[in-house]
């Protein structure tokens, strides 16, 4: 069986196998041109990975921490949530939840930011004696980074009371409620 490697293609395994299951494959590879490889032994690439995923819980401790309402937690009470939170990147314009809805997620913004809509009835005049009720979204405020919402909604099953909606690309850490229960 021959497979035709071509620039930025890899071959072997990244994982630390046994000495009977590398003796059971042996593996050829001939260059027909010059080249560069770069080998990287699987051990390297397993404490490359681990801390990759230090510095990466250490980034969402620091967000966590920098959340007004997380400021005063226990340590090990963050170290929980952040086994559990993903990065997810949303764009601009995109409704994270409606009023009336339950959120399935708890999120902590790391960049951009979200604005806050609620709905109210107004009142339009359409003739000398007559009007129309009309329903409109009005901004209410912005939630920036450093902050965190969906706590309530999430843990006590309560709708939110209002709209939020993306202003541009916003990079959240999210908890999903699935994660929670």
């Given amino acids: 069986y021959f497979l ?22 042996e593996y050829s590879v001939i260059t027909e041109e010059d080249c560069e490889i770069l080998k990287i ?5 397993t404490r490359l990975k681990l801390e990759k995923i230090k510095l990466e819980n250490k980034e969402k401790v620091k967000l966590i921490l920098k959340c007004p309402y997380y400021e005063e937690w226990p340590i ?7 086994a559990l939170i ?8 995109h409704v994270i939840v409606e ?5 399935s997620f708890v999120a ?21 004696k007559k009007v129309k009720k009309i329903q409109k979204l009005v901004c209410m405020g912005k939630l920036k980074e450093k902050e965190s919402f969906g ?29 929670l229960f």
């Fill in 41 to 45: 032994p699987a051990k390297d690439y």
């Fill in 151 to 179: 706590e309530i909604s999430v843990l006590l099953q309560v709708p939110f009371t209002c709209t939020i909606v993306t202003g541009k690309e916003v990079e959240m850490a999210i908890i999903e409620d699935k994660d």
């Fill in 76 to 82: 090990l009470s963050i170290y929980e949530l952040v």
């Fill in 108 to 128: 902590y913004i790391n960049s951009g930011y979200c604005d806050i809509y609620r709905s109210i009835v107004g009142l339009m005049k359409l003739q000398p």
């Fill in 86 to 93: 993903k990065w997810k990147k949303f764009p601009p314009g």
């Fill in 99 to 103: 009023s009336g809805k339950i959120i």
């Fill in 4 to 25: 035709q490697l071509r620039q930025w293609s890899t071959f072997g395994t990244l994982e630390v196998a046994t000495q009977t299951e590398s003796e059971a494959k």
